[in-house]
Structure formats: C-alpha cells, structure tokens
C-alpha cells in the first residue's frame, strides 16, 4: 500500500520567502529533476498532482510538496524509490537545471499559450503582479512585527528553562536509542524542510502524514535546541535525519524530526501545531513573567491573524493573475504532454 507525505520546502517567513528547495534530493541521488515553467494558472500543479495519482496507484510512496502561498496548490512532489521530483520553478522559488540533460529537465508549459492573446494583457499582467508584491511585502512585515514578541516569548522562557533537564533528556535518548550504534566516519545527511505554514488559509500542519508507522515522542514546552542535539548525535552515527524548522527561525529552530533508520521521531506539540498520538515529555515550567508572557502571545497571534488576512488578500490577487493566463492556454496538449512524461516515468521503472 503506497503512502502520502505532506509538507513544505518554502514558507512565509519575517525575512521573507524563505527556501529549502534544495533539499527536496541532490544531485548526486537524483535519477531526474523535473523543472516545470509556466505562469500562474497554466497547470503546473494539476500536473503534478496527475503523475503523483498515477504513481500512487502503482504502489509507490509520493511525497507531496504544498504551495505556503496557496495550501491546495502543489509546488513539487518526490519519489524517493525512484529518485524523481518534479518541481514549479517559477518564482518565488525559483528552480533552474544545475546539470541539464544528465539530471535535469526542464518542462515549459508556456509552450501552450497563445503569445499573441497574452502580449495584449500585458498592463493587467503587470499590473496585477506588482499589487501582488506589494502586498506579499505587507505580510511579512506583520510577519517580522510577530517575530518581536516571538523573540521576547522566548527570552521569558529562558529565564525558566532547565538546561540540566535537557541535558538529561538528550543523553538518555542517546542512551536508550542510539547506544547501540558507533560514531560513523561517513555523517549522515539532514534534510531540512518545513512541516507547518502560514498559509492565506492559516496555518497548516498534518502531521499524521509525517509521523505515521513511527514511535513519536511529544515535547511541550520551551525545548531550546534540544532536536538540533538529538539530530547531531543521529548523524555522527552515520544516520540520515529529516529537520522540519520552525517558520519564525526558518534556518535555527527544529520544531520536528524524524530518524528513518530507526522509524523514531520527535514532535514539539503547541497551540500551533499540534499532536497527541504518542509518548509525552514536559518540558514546561511557571514562569515568574507570566503577565508578559500572556501580553506577548497575545500580540503574537494577531499579527499572525493578519499576516494570514493579508496573505489571503495576495492570494485573491494571485486568483485575478491566473484570469489572464487560463482562457489562453490549451490545456489539452498539456494533458498529453503529462500522459507522455508519465510514459516515460514508468520506462524507468
């Protein structure tokens, strides 16, 4: 029976888009990296999702990257067993062949529209797309206002943090589970993603699709860097690890993380992402700034509320943007050029 993984590689973040893009495979593992180009509303998505239903009913694993500017738009998908992604390499995230022909290949969907009928919407296009940005910049603004009271949240916590608790936390899940393993001199590799975002819908996490068939332990509470060591200590005995960072630290915190080797994996459980199916540890203790600590959540959430609120706004510009392409594509060729790739895939197999 195949399974479905869903997460992000790009999130909203207070710097901004923020990108993990190259962490989908490298290179190296990669079989082949599809580049799909094409503007908004030209099917790059639906696509994807075709090939993924596909190779789904064929018994194989599909990873499922969503959109965090649009969460029922798809931006990648992978197949680990056949070392294949597919990828919308339009920007924000944008994706070019680093080594054509021998992995990558690039498939151009504005191959089907009518070039004469879109150069005639050009002000619209253009138009459109610089309301749009304007108001991506507005969101992260309030985004960046949020990550102030984020920060202070975690100054308050720290002054209540047990850092001899967490020291002896990491070291009895070292002990217990990775004693029985010797530091590797080959390290392994940590792939580093996004398992929640904020999204125009709000935020979005499903984390049943990451943690199923593993053992999941639960941390509550201010938990420090805690995944960051677990993870450490996971690689320098030769294990890969998968890091799903927190969108306010994009490139600092790990919020989850999974060990595949040992099918173990780590969930911060809290108001924003949470999860119960599994053993919990508390990390939490009173804090003496407890007023701060209330006023600080609080402002946190609205600004988040209004990132969200303006993100939606973008997303309603997006949907406006897409009206210029949809009429002028031919979707029906595209659909042949899908049934053709997927032709193609299943010659691999």
Same mark, same amino acid.
């Given at each position: 029976?195949?399974? *479905?993984?869903?997460?992000?590689?790009?999130?909203?973040?207070?710097?901004?888009?923020?990108?993990? =893009?190259?962490?989908? $495979?490298?290179?190296?593992? &990669?079989?082949?990296? =599809?580049?799909?180009?094409?503007?908004?509303?030209?099917?790059?998505?639906?696509?994807?999702?075709?090939?993924?239903?596909?190779?789904?009913?064929?018994?194989?694993?599909? !990873?499922?990257?969503?959109?965090?500017?649009?969460?029922?738009?798809?931006?990648?998908?992978?197949?680990?067993?056949?070392?294949?992604?597919?990828?919308?390499?339009?920007?924000?995230?944008? #994706?070019?062949?680093?080594?054509?022909?021998?992995?990558?290949?690039?498939?151009?969907?504005?191959?089907?529209?009518? *070039?004469?009928?879109?150069?005639? !919407?050009?002000?619209?296009?253009?138009?459109?797309?610089? *309301?749009?940005?304007?108001?991506?910049?507005?969101?992260?603004?309030?985004?960046?206002? &949020?990550?102030?009271?984020?920060?202070?949240?975690? $100054?308050?916590?720290?002054?209540?943090?047990?850092?001899?608790?967490?020291?002896?936390? #990491? !070291?009895?899940?070292?002990?217990?589970?990775?004693?029985?393993?010797?530091?590797?001199? $080959?390290?392994?590799?940590?792939? %580093?993603?996004?398992?929640? &975002?904020?999204?125009?819908?709000?935020?979005?996490?499903?984390?049943?699709?990451?943690?199923?068939? =593993?053992? #999941? %332990?639960?941390?509550?509470?201010?938990?420090?860097? $805690?995944?960051?060591?677990?993870?450490?200590?996971?690689?320098?005995?030769?294990?890969?690890?998968?890091?799903? =960072?927190?969108?306010?630290?994009?490139?600092?915190?790990?919020?989850?993380?999974?060990?595949?080797?040992?099918?173990?994996?780590?969930?911060?459980?809290?108001?924003?992402?949470?999860?119960?199916?599994? !053993?919990?540890?508390?990390?939490?203790?009173?804090?003496?700034?407890?007023?701060?600590?209330?006023?600080?959540?609080?402002?946190?959430?609205?600004?988040?509320?209004?990132? #969200?609120?303006?993100?939606?706004?973008?997303?309603?510009?997006?949907?406006?943007? *897409?009206?210029?392409?949809?009429?002028?594509?031919?979707?029906?060729?595209?659909?042949?050029?899908?049934? %053709?790739?997927?032709?193609?895939?299943?010659?691999?197999?």
């Amino acid at each position: 029976m195949s399974n *479905e993984k869903h997460f992000y590689l790009g999130a909203n973040t207070p710097d901004g888009f923020f990108s993990y =893009y190259d962490s989908i $495979v490298s290179q190296q593992e &990669a079989r082949k990296i =599809y580049c799909i180009k094409g503007g908004p509303g030209t099917g790059k998505s639906s696509f994807m999702r075709k090939i993924a239903e596909k190779i789904l009913s064929l018994g194989y694993d599909v !990873e499922f990257i969503h959109c965090s500017s649009d969460d029922d738009s798809l931006d990648g998908i992978f197949v680990k067993r056949l070392k294949i992604a597919f990828l919308d390499g339009t920007a924000p995230h944008i #994706v070019d062949p680093k080594n054509p022909g021998a992995v990558d290949k690039i498939i151009n969907l504005g191959e089907f529209w009518d *070039e004469e009928k879109m150069t005639g !919407e050009k002000r619209g296009i253009i138009d459109t797309n610089r *309301e749009i940005g304007e108001t991506f910049s507005r969101a992260y603004k309030y985004l960046a206002a &949020a990550k102030a009271f984020y920060d202070d949240i975690n $100054v308050i916590n720290e002054k209540s943090y047990d850092r001899y608790e967490r020291n002896l936390y #990491v !070291e009895k899940i070292v002990k217990d589970e990775f004693s029985h393993l010797c530091i590797c001199p $080959v390290v392994g590799n940590e792939r %580093k993603l996004f398992a929640s &975002a904020i999204t125009p819908s709000g935020l979005k996490f499903r984390p049943q699709t990451l943690f199923d068939g =593993y053992r #999941v %332990k639960i941390l509550k509470g201010f938990t420090g860097n $805690v995944l960051n060591e677990i993870s450490d200590a996971a690689t320098k005995r030769g294990m890969d690890t998968e890091k799903f =960072y927190c969108v306010m630290e994009p490139s600092k915190k790990c919020e989850h993380l999974l060990i595949p080797h040992l099918k173990l994996a780590f969930c911060t459980d809290n108001e924003f992402h949470n999860y119960s199916d599994g !053993e919990i540890y508390e990390f939490s203790k009173k804090s003496l700034y407890q007023d701060e600590l209330e006023y600080d959540m609080q402002m946190y959430k609205n600004l988040i509320n209004k990132a #969200v609120e303006t993100l939606s706004g973008a997303k309603k510009l997006h949907d406006d943007l *897409e009206k210029f392409y949809i009429p002028n594509m031919n979707f029906k060729k595209i659909m042949s050029l899908c049934e %053709k790739t997927i032709k193609q895939i299943l010659e691999m197999v």
